[in-house]
């Protein structure tokens, strides 16, 4: 016992040269800008996670998390995270200004996700009237904000936002984007698994939209096509639209897995 403490603290008191704990390392007297960002929906199930994630990022010092209820819980977690961004969680409303106030970027996961016997139009008819006040909000407390949309349906709500903002004169296209990174991670995973390839080698780019037939991996892009054998290496030929017929099951099982969950 007493060896295995020693062991452990010898390991603790040496110098620190692997890549994982320098990456982790933070000086506060580092010169790196100030930058807020501000979740909201902040106590939901993707915007609890994406606050760790983002408490993790060096680039970021203060991170405002929002939510109309149970925020104060949860930024308190967050904030034990030894890293740089100060954390400050707002419930309720009658925060949003102070939440949203000098933010440089704000994350939208507010709203509700689509639960079993509920339609896309009952969703959107929920999400768009929360995404409509929020954007309200922002496009008054922080007008030049990157805007980040995760609230589904991300074909809808990203037009509601640009609306908004076009309304209140500040609208810049530059700086309004729909989160669809999930359909790129999911189409390089099913593609590896169908083909047979460490996923670390895939690369399947997704272009057009966040929902059904908009969404559309571009297996073609994949580098090593190589490496793959039959039917596989003829789906990364050419767009998929195009592809040979030998290569529609695997096609259609890889659009379908994709679509059936986005
Ligand atoms: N774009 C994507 O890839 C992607 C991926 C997953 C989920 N989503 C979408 O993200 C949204 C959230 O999903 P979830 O699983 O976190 O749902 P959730 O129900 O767990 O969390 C939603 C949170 O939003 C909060 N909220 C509701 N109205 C609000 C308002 N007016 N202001 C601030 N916060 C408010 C709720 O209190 C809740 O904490 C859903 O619309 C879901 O479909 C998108």
Redesign the pocket.
Known sequence: MKAAVLRSSRAALRPCTSRHLVGRSYSSTESRPERKVAI?????????PLALLLKLNPLISSLSL?????TPGVAADVSHINSRAQVAGYAG?EQ?VEALDGSDVVII??????KPGMTRDD?FKI?AG?VK??CTAIAKYCPNALVN??????NSTVPIAAEVFKNAGTFDERKLF??????VVRAKTFYAGKVKVPVAEVNVPVVGG?AGITILPIFCHDPNPGSMTGNARAVSKGHPTYAKPQNKHIKRTIYSKIHSIS
């Open positions: 909201l929906g902040a106590a939901g199930g993707i915007g609890q929002y939510d109309i209820a149970n409303e949003l996961p507010a709203g509700v996700p689509r969703l999400n929360i006040s929020l949309m995760i609230s589904n349906p991300v729909g989160v669809t990174t999930l359909d966040h």
